[in-house]
């Protein structure tokens, strides 16, 4: 896969991809040819997959996500726009699968949460038609004006938990949080089996790492502890292990799997998961409490193309969809898909799992107390 080093808004083809982690759109569709066709042979092409998919869709039992009530006047708008956060390794394929089944052209911008909050807020408020669905973390964290109401086929098949009351956002995989170690810097023996066993390792100092966003961790560890207790505790593991603050929960990562930090104080368990299946040495364990959230879907309140958008959530909450991602360590929201590898999601929920899932002044509030406990350097 060919890496691009910049922002940019035309369309590539879908064997390239921008891997520099910053804003770019991706179009899963080759470049256009300037040579003129023969344009009846074109035409036909077009008849030809017309005929094709409706059927192809009635008579695929095995992808019952393609809802034959949206199908068609998904395929008449043509093409989707999808932001997101999952990175390209993952989400190009995933969005491949769904335009050589539907014949509708995916455009793929991969940026992070923050830029994607940022840019959908501008966006509305320009009252820009840019988007289509978006998939993240921070999805139930947008003002619910932004995200219309959808009811996916497929959203019964999901945790209740993963499912918004308000019908704006469904869970797609999970996000646990929990420890992580490189395996070859730390035995498992050593592990501490809580938070407060922690601090008996000093000969850890400086060698521990934590994303510069965690507030839903915190918000967890106040809830579990309490406020008093849970702020001590806190306050205790930055004098003791003075973690060092990252930005990004991939590249923390990929950075306990190589060795630069022999833990991670807290990170997501399906990117630990996703670096350990790359043949990284790194691997989690679970401790009370484990913060939870998800990577959710939510369609656009002015989505350019709205029927191929309710598809595409649809396929996002589907097993195949979440089948797909799981390769990759995600954890599902769905019981018929298995974890990969097996018998993480019960190691996990062994233990007390808090569920987190922050408003935007929440988030603030969160996000000032993280930045007071943990400091830069």
Request: charged share 20%; aromatic share 8%.
């Amino acid at each position: 896969m060919t890496q691009c080093h910049c922002e940019r808004s035309e369309a590539i083809s879908a064997t390239t991809a921008c891997a520099s982690g910053g804003d770019c759109f991706v179009a899963l569709r080759a470049p256009r040819n300037d040579r003129r066709g023969d344009a009846k042979g074109v035409v036909l092409a077009a008849t030809l997959l017309a005929l094709t998919l409706p059927a192809l869709a009635q008579t695929s039992p095995d992808r019952p996500w393609l809802d034959p009530s949206l199908l068609p006047a998904a395929r008449a708008e043509g093409a989707l726009v999808v932001y997101s956060s999952i990175n390209e390794q993952e989400g190009l394929p995933l969005w491949k699968i769904f335009e050589e089944t539907t014949g509708i052209k995916v455009a793929y911008v991969r940026a992070s949460d923050t830029v994607l909050m940022s840019r959908v807020a501008i966006e509305f408020r320009a009252d820009q038609r840019s988007w289509d669905i978006i998939l993240t973390t921070t999805v139930n964290k947008l003002p619910p004006q932004l995200l219309a109401a959808v009811d996916p086929p497929e959203a019964p098949q999901i945790a209740p938990a993963a499912r918004d009351p308000g019908r704006r956002w469904y869970g797609v995989y999970a996000n646990y949080n929990a420890p992580a170690y490189n395996t070859r810097l730390v035995q498992r023996a050593e592990l501490p089996r809580s938070y407060d066993e922690f601090l008996q390792h000093k000969e850890w100092a400086g060698r521990v790492a934590i994303d510069a966003t965690d507030n839903e961790w915190l918000r967890a560890i106040y809830e579990h502890y309490g406020e008093e207790r849970g702020q001590k505790l806190v306050k205790d593991l930055v004098a003791t292990l003075n973690p060092v603050v990252t930005d990004g929960h991939l590249a923390l990562a990929r950075a306990v799997g190589a060795g630069e930090y022999a833990i991670a104080l807290n990170n997501y368990v399906n990117l630990t998961m996703n670096v350990k299946l790359a043949g990284g040495h790194t691997d989690f364990w679970a401790l009370d409490p484990v913060a939870l959230f998800f990577g959710q879907v939510g369609v656009s309140a002015k989505a350019p193309h709205p029927n191929a958008a309710r598809l595409a959530a649809n396929f996002a909450l589907s097993r195949e969809g979440q089948s797909f991602l799981a390769k990759f360590g995600r954890l599902p929201t769905r019981a018929d898909v298995a974890a990969n590898p097996p018998g993480v999601i019960e190691a996990l929920t062994a233990r007390k799992v808090v569920s987190v899932l922050l408003n935007p002044d929440e988030e603030k509030k969160w996000q000032r107390a993280f930045d007071g406990l943990f400091r830069r350097r």
